[in-house]
């Protein structure tokens, strides 16, 4: 893959001595503070997971590089923490290090000819700046409301809702590479951005940590109201000129909420990751097996196109038939009474209750359907 370095870093320093990393101590470098034993389950949307065995908040790649040499001098595995809103973290929690980007500066447009460029650091709040492009009237990330999570977050699974996608406006993203020892800065096509798919999360999992991301918007664009939702929420429109992208953001953002697809503080269908699955993509033959076991037309399966000879499957419709509905209950894990792809913790679940009731899903919709669910969160 061809890669722009942005300026290189010293080498790591040369590693400690084998088994030092055990007797590590809570440090304070000249600039960084590593804790040790941090509960990460505050850290998660699920509000599950075990402790980092040692923790370090960045705000400036400068802390990053000096947080990357820690790890490595100690040889501790790296984990990257955005937002949690995409993880499940194991009860045993993280023996590494944990990373958390919290590089938030301010948000700056420049203006590019026709277009507007914001470059974005990693650590800001994905939402809030949903919102401030769409006060400033541009279109282009309206419909990815409300998703909650960090900036630097948002390539890593190429985050998208309601028929639009980050890869739409995503130019370049700004890395630490951790094998190449440099920052670096990925251009769109260098990502492979698919559906909930980038080479952050396949190819190259785990090694460029995401310090920038720069967006591209064309002010002469205009909402796209074409998902269902969308359609029905604007249908009664009154207005002589049409939805500006806030209109779609408070719209977005109003239909997550009746969803339980939007973290609002106290509501229990809240302590969720999203969608625990992706929806399949199938070979067409697939419809056919479906429609035997189900006993209906297959002409009843919702599905849309997708690659040649492949159909793309709604992994909540295939969650019900299989018996998994709203509302469902496994120990203190369970179905969100208002989401069927939402797993949530009902209160002091473990992640072990939410993996028992993954795979009680999966096993079924596998041995009715044939059909094998990924997972959408992460888990380190
Ligand atoms: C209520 C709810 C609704 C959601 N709705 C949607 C939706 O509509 N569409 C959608 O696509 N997703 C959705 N999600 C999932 C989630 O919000 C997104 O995937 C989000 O972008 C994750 O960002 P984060 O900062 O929280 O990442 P985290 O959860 O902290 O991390 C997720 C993964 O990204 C990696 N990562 C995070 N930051 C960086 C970085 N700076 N550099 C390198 N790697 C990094 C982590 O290592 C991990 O592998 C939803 C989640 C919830 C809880």
Same mark, same amino acid.
């Given at each position: 893959?061809?890669?722009?370095?942005?300026?290189?870093?010293?080498?790591p320093a040369?590693?400690?001595?084998?088994?030092?990393?055990?007797?590590?101590?809570?440090?304070?470098?000249?600039?960084?503070?590593?804790?040790?034993q941090?509960?990460?389950?505050?850290? =998660?949307?699920? @509000?599950?997971?075990?402790?980092?065995?040692?923790?370090?908040?960045?705000?400036?790649?400068?802390?990053?590089?000096e947080?990357?040499?820690?790890?490595? @001098? $100690?040889?501790?595995?790296i984990?990257v923490?955005?937002?949690?809103?995409? &993880?499940?973290?194991?009860?045993?929690?993280f023996?590494?290090?944990?990373?958390h980007?919290?590089?938030?500066?301010?948000?700056a447009?420049?203006p590019?000819?026709?277009?507007?460029n914001y470059?974005? =650091?990693?650590?800001?709040?994905?939402?809030?700046?949903v919102? /401030?492009?769409?006060?400033?009237?541009?279109s282009?990330v309206?419909?990815?409301?409300?998703?909650?999570?960090?900036?630097?977050?948002?390539?890593?699974?190429?985050?998208?809702?309601?028929?639009?996608?980050?890869?739409?406006?995503?130019?370049?993203?700004?890395?630490f590479?951790?094998?190449a020892?440099?920052f670096?800065?990925?251009?769109?096509?260098?990502? !492979?951005f698919?559906?909930r /798919?980038?080479?952050?999360?396949?190819?190259h999992r785990n090694r460029?940590?995401?310090?920038a +991301?720069?967006?591209r918007?064309?002010?002469?664009a205009?909402?796209?109201?074409?998902?269902?939702?969308?359609?029905? /929420?604007?249908?009664?429109?009154?207005? =002589?000129?049409?939805?500006a992208?806030?209109d779609?953001?408070?719209?977005?953002?109003?239909?997550? !909420? @009746?969803?339980g697809?939007l973290i609002v503080?106290?509501?229990?269908?809240?302590?969720?990751a999203?969608?625990?699955?992706?929806?399949?993509?199938?070979?067409?033959?697939? &419809?056919?097996?479906?429609?035997? $076991?189900?006993q209906?037309?297959?002409t009843?399966?919702?599905?849309?196109?997708?690659?040649?000879?492949?159909?793309?499957?709604?992994?909540?419709?295939l969650?019900?038939k299989?018996?998994?509905?709203?509302?469902?209950t &496994?120990?203190?894990?369970?179905?969100?009474?208002?989401?069927?792809?939402?797993?949530?913790n009902?209160? !002091?679940?473990?992640?072990?209750?939410i993996l028992?009731?993954?795979?009680?899903?999966?096993?079924e919709?596998?041995?009715?359907?044939?059909?094998?669910?990924?997972?959408e969160? +992460?888990?380190?």
């Amino acid at each position: 893959m061809a890669i722009s370095p942005d300026c290189t870093v010293s080498p790591p320093a040369a590693p400690v001595e084998p088994g030092c990393c055990c007797n590590l101590k809570p440090v304070e470098t000249s600039i960084i503070r590593i804790q040790e034993q941090v509960p990460l389950a505050p850290y =998660t949307t699920l @509000r599950i997971g075990g402790p980092a065995r040692y923790f370090c908040e960045v705000t400036s790649e400068a802390m990053l590089l000096e947080a990357v040499d820690y790890a490595r @001098r $100690n040889s501790l595995r790296i984990f990257v923490l955005g937002g949690g809103s995409n &993880l499940l973290i194991g009860d045993q929690g993280f023996d590494g290090l944990v990373i958390h980007i919290a590089i938030d500066e301010a948000i700056a447009p420049a203006p590019d000819g026709a277009f507007i460029n914001y470059t974005v =650091t990693a650590g800001s709040e994905w939402d809030a700046f949903v919102l /401030h492009v769409c006060e400033q009237g541009i279109s282009g990330v309206e419909c990815l409301a409300g998703i909650p999570g960090s900036v630097g977050g948002t390539p890593v699974q190429n985050v998208g809702a309601y028929g639009q996608e980050v890869a739409g406006t995503i130019t370049a993203v700004r890395t630490f590479d951790l094998e190449a020892n440099i920052f670096v800065t990925l251009l769109h096509d260098q990502c !492979h951005f698919a559906y909930r /798919h980038s080479i952050f999360n396949t190819t190259h999992r785990n090694r460029y940590i995401v310090t920038a +991301v720069t967006f591209r918007f064309d002010p002469s664009a205009r909402p796209n109201l074409n998902y269902a939702d969308l359609e029905r /929420h604007f249908a009664d429109w009154s207005h =002589t000129s049409p939805p500006a992208p806030l209109d779609v953001y408070h719209a977005v953002r109003a239909i997550r !909420h @009746r969803k339980g697809m939007l973290i609002v503080e106290g509501e229990a269908d809240c302590r969720s990751a999203g969608s625990f699955f992706k929806n399949p993509v199938v070979p067409a033959s697939a &419809l056919s097996r479906i429609a035997d $076991n189900l006993q209906i037309p297959a002409t009843e399966i919702p599905h849309w196109p997708a690659s040649e000879g492949h159909v793309k499957l709604p992994a909540a419709w295939l969650l019900e038939k299989a018996g998994f509905i709203k509302g469902f209950t &496994l120990g203190h894990a369970g179905i969100s009474s208002r989401h069927t792809l939402a797993l949530v913790n009902r209160g !002091h679940a473990t992640a072990a209750d939410i993996l028992a009731l993954r795979d009680a899903i999966r096993h079924e919709v596998q041995s009715r359907f044939g059909i094998q669910l990924e997972q959408e969160p +992460v888990q380190p």
